[in-house]
């Protein structure tokens, strides 16, 4: 084996070796995906490069008299390979809708116009039969959801469901491209935690059983647990030492709700700058964030896209998408979108109060009343955000805080300047065991916390947006919800 010093290593001081690498040369060619395969340019007949093997599952299949046709696909994309079997001992194996193949053969030119390529089979390895009797998505069937979420295991297969898993891929690796091109640093938040940030009292308390078999309970870490709501306090204590932070990180809400707005398990993309003094260069970013990810997104996986405006979004979806990325998004003051609704009041079931929070179709209301564009509300009333978001000194009734409102979803972000006054936190931090949980929080601002300033983004609520899924539940690969954790 031959070793060879890395290009570009340290310099050492002293007598210490430089560091070496040992190169292995690797002969052994990866396979190549349906998506690599359609996209690549079309090999010269014969070449190496022709022959080809590819592994995935039978989708469409089709017989004539001395020919089958199927379609492999192998989740990589949304179009499949066309497999043509023209051998007789191969279209005399158990080919059927959903089993796990591999195909080796040469790949030629299709006189088909919607696909470049072809694979002609010469070989073909039944890797798992799938049983198309007893499997419940059938062939050329197209289900309504709640029917693939009583098989989650299975829905993953559903043209539908592996396109927005990809687009959650795709989406997942925009947001973390976009915070590191601006300098922020991931940081992992924790799951367990000994506070409900956002003071709903709708958390999932943590206990373990103890090891006698009396099937008992105890607080396992002497005190009472929870599985997080939000990161966000832990987030700004990193921004004290590293100022940009941002996580992509699981929440969890026991909320005792079966609406298609509700999950008991969801995602939340959060960040926190510190050194932050303006509400408006948060909003900036709100807005920087979600155009610039939906852009990457649409150039990345633009086949997925146009999958759900035509078979998942409403009509006219993608102009709502279109129009976000062209325009300024508008804002509006609580205070000024409380006089638009009491303008309307006759057209809500639950007209708005002052010092109330907007309900979702007080919400639509307004974002529909400024264009159809997303819309910031900002400097909500004290009673309607979290005991952290800054107090406005030019009205101490109201915060220096922000929602941003999208058509069809309602709420996409909620952010605010956070409250860096000790003494203000400490007292709206609460007393005895309460304050002693929240402690850690309120020093921040005595051992050298600057101002900060934050916002979290329901990642699920960003891709029925993007995409026009109407359930939240059929934005997430395997949707928890009251009554439901089946696997």
């Not at 023209?86 to 796990?100: E, H, I, Q, V, Y």
């Amino acid at each position: 084996m031959n070793c060879a010093l890395a290009k570009g290593a340290c310099n050492f001081v002293g007598k210490a070796a430089p560091l070496r690498f040992c190169i292995r040369n690797l002969s052994v060619r990866a396979r190549r995906s349906v998506q690599q395969i359609l996209t690549d340019a079309t090999p010269a007949a014969g070449s190496e490069d022709a022959r080809i093997t590819s592994e995935g599952w039978i989708k469409a299949i089709r017989k004539t008299k001395k020919t089958t046709f199927f379609h492999l696909e192998d989740g990589s994309s949304i179009q499949g390979l066309q497999v043509v079997v023209a051998d007789d001992n191969l279209r005399n194996l158990p080919l059927t809708f959903g089993s796990a193949v591999s195909v080796t053969g040469n790949l030629v030119a299709s006189p088909a116009a919607r696909q470049s390529v072809e694979l002609v089979a010469e070989s073909i390895k039944i890797v798992q039969e799938n049983d198309h009797l007893a499997y419940p998505f059938k062939i050329k069937e197209t289900h309504q959801p709640e029917v693939y979420r009583e098989h989650l295991h299975l829905r993953p297969r559903a043209e539908r469901f592996a396109s927005m898993m990809r687009m959650r891929s795709a989406a997942t690796i925009a947001i973390h491209e976009f915070f590191q091109e601006k300098g922020f640093v991931l940081v992992h938040t924790p799951i367990l935690t000994g506070n409900d940030c956002e003071g709903g009292g709708e958390a999932f308390h943590v206990q373990s059983e103890k090891g006698d078999g009396k099937k008992k309970t105890e607080e396992f870490f002497g005190r009472p647990t929870v599985l997080t709501v939000s990161g966000q306090l832990h987030l700004e204590a990193a921004a004290c030492a590293l100022k940009r932070v941002y996580n992509v990180n699981p929440a969890f809400r026991a909320e005792r709700q079966l609406s298609r707005r509700h999950l008991s398990e969801f995602w939340m993309v959060e960040a926190e700058v510190a050194f932050i003094d303006e509400l408006d260069h948060l909003l900036q970013l709100m807005e920087s964030l979600l155009k610039d990810i939906t852009r990457n997104v649409l150039k990345k996986a633009p086949a997925d896209f146009a999958f759900h405006m035509a078979n998942v979004a409403e009509e006219n979806h993608e102009t709502k998408i279109v129009n976000m990325l062209e325009n300024e998004f508008r804002r509006v003051t609580y205070g000024d979108a409380l006089q638009i609704l009491n303008q309307h009041r006759e057209r809500f079931h639950n007209p708005p109060k002052d010092g109330d929070n907007l309900h979702r179709d007080h919400e639509l209301f307004l974002v529909e009343h400024f264009g159809n564009l997303p819309l910031f509300i900002t400097h909500f009333p004290v009673t309607c955000k979290p005991f952290y978001a800054r107090i406005d000194d030019a009205n101490p009734f109201h915060t220096l805080s922000a929602d941003l409102i999208v058509p069809d979803v309602g709420e996409l972000f909620g952010g605010s300047l956070r409250e860096h006054r000790y003494d203000v936190i400490a007292s709206k931090c609460g007393s005895g065991t309460e304050f002693e949980a929240l402690k850690w929080y309120a020093d921040l601002r005595r051992f050298g916390g600057p101002p900060c300033g934050g916002f979290g983004m329901g990642f699920e609520r960003y891709l029925q947006y993007l995409l026009g899924i109407s359930s939240i539940k059929d934005a997430i690969p395997f949707p928890r919800w009251l009554g439901h954790c089946d696997m």
